[in-house]
């Protein structure tokens, strides 16, 4: 309900301007002296451009009682603009952007509640076709009406047109699917811890990538999520006990200050460091672009990534740790990856992350292309980036560009193998 109410308000101030003016041309708040303009808006953009009003009483009567002068208001607006559809009388830069109308809606099937057979099955009975696997960007890129693939990358990841809505579809209000956007599975699904394992969650809320490691771990480990923000922490409380999580402990602190020799973190392995950002790389997919952030703000970001970062890496116990943000500026990715690992020596290096990504980190020192990138022309995503870093070890072989979970389960034939090579050494002793 709250993404609802919060996607209503987004598309009222998006069509403000045109609500005025319909508002005016009605005579509305003159017929209706008790109602307040902001109101109005809501009820007016619910009545004319929304799903219909959802609200009762005296203000759904209200609306109802004005609908033929506001439609009659609308339609000579139309007119005076020689346009056919609402969104033409938005003003260029109050439309849609082109990259939001090109990244397609990512479903992620939580398989701590289902699994993905059967949330094709459930699609399929809806009146949704499903298309099979995807082979291409391009294949998803064409995705139109109720069409579905699944994704290329991700096992778990489906695939619908972009303007496909599901938040009122009984799958995501009961927490069988997540509405996720594939550029925001990435950090779990590379982290990739095997089942057991403790795992940190440095910069947690909203916590759709905590409820994805969870799903990853199949609830058989320990989480710790972390979040400085009071009402942060409370809605990743609702949207993990939604989706099924457990054993995954919620605490409202500032990742700087955990201590990193207490015990209870000391079977810690793996950490997900997700830190505040700019927030460049977000397609909005209602009004206007946020501003660019200024340098001063960019370095003062980019102190505070460093500083995150190298604290994580101080968990004595760490193998592995996903860094990961959701900005497309230099300052905020491969330069603090740079600094941090000047800063840490021979002791951390990056791993070849997902081999198959078409966009890499740029270039900016040696093994900077280790790391991806993501972006709504090249990987039909949001702006991201994502680079994993491992605990190098004296005479360890050189790490993998898996997940590691993915080593955990030996392709077929390697186990077999290894079953025959022991039986061998049994024979001969």
């Known amino acids: 309900h709250v993404r609802q109410l919060y996607a209503l308000v987004s598309e009222t101030l998006r069509y403000a301007s045109v609500l005025e003016k319909l508002l005016d041309g009605a005579a509305l708040l003159q017929a209706e002296k008790k109602l307040q303009p902001q ?42 603009h020689k346009v056919s559809r609402n969104e033409d009388l938005l003003a260029p830069e109050q439309a849609v952007s082109p ?40 294949e998803l890129n064409a995705l139109s009406g109720k069409k ?32 996720q956007d594939k550029a925001s599975c990435l950090p779990a699904f590379l982290l990739g811890p095997v089942a057991g394992s403790h795992v940190i969650d440095a910069c947690a809320a909203p916590g759709n990538k905590t409820s994805h490691l969870a799903a990853i771990l199949k ?31 919620l605490a409202q602190q500032d990742f700087l200050t955990v201590d990193p020799r207490d015990p209870k973190y000391s079977r810690v392995t793996h950490i997900l460091l997700d830190p505040s950002c700019s927030g460049s790389g977000m397609v909005t997919r209602g009004p206007g672009q946020e501003v660019a952030p200024s340098a001063e703000r960019l370095q003062a970001l980019a102190g505070f990534q460093r500083r995150v970062l190298s604290h994580a890496l101080s968990f004595p116990a760490l193998r592995r740790l996903v860094y990961s943000t959701c900005s497309l500026h230099q300052e905020e990715n491969e330069d603090v990856l740079q600094a941090v690992l000047q800063e840490w020596g021979s002791a951390f290096r ?30 039909l995503t949001h702006g991201f980036f994502v680079a994993v870093l491992e605990r190098c070890r004296e005479g360890a072989a050189a790490p993998s560009s898996l997940p590691a979970a993915a080593m955990e389960n030996p392709q077929p034939g390697e186990g077999t193998a290894a079953k025959k090579r022991k039986k061998k050494k049994q024979r001969v002793k």
């Open 99 to 138: 990259a939001a109308s090109q990244v397609p809606r990512y479903v992620r099937v939580n398989t701590l509640k289902t699994c993905v057979d059967d949330v094709i099955d459930f699609f399929k009975r809806q009146g949704y076709a499903y298309l099979g696997k995807a082979a291409s960007m391009e």
């Open 39 to 80: 109101l109005a808006k809501v009820l007016v953009y619910d009545l004319l451009f929304g799903k219909g009003l959802k609200c009762g009483g005296r203000w759904k009567a209200l609306a109802r009682r004005h609908r033929a002068r506001l439609e009659a208001e609308l339609a000579r607006m139309k007119v005076r």
């Open 148 to 179: 579905f693939m699944l994704d290329l990358h991700l096992p778990e990841l489906l695939v619908f047109p972009s303007q496909t809505d599901l938040h009122d579809n009984l799958l995501y209000t009961s927490g069988h699917i997540i509405l």
């Open 219 to 249: 609830n058989k480990g320990q989480i710790f999520a972390f979040d400085v923000d009071p009402k942060r922490v409370a809605t990743m409380n609702t949207l993990l006990t939604r989706a099924g999580v457990t054993g995954c402990q």
């Open 350 to 379: 990056l791993v070849t992350a997902l081999p198959s990504w078409p966009c890499r980190g740029l270039a900016v020192f040696s093994g900077a292309e280790s790391c991806l990138r993501a972006s709504p022309g090249e990987t």
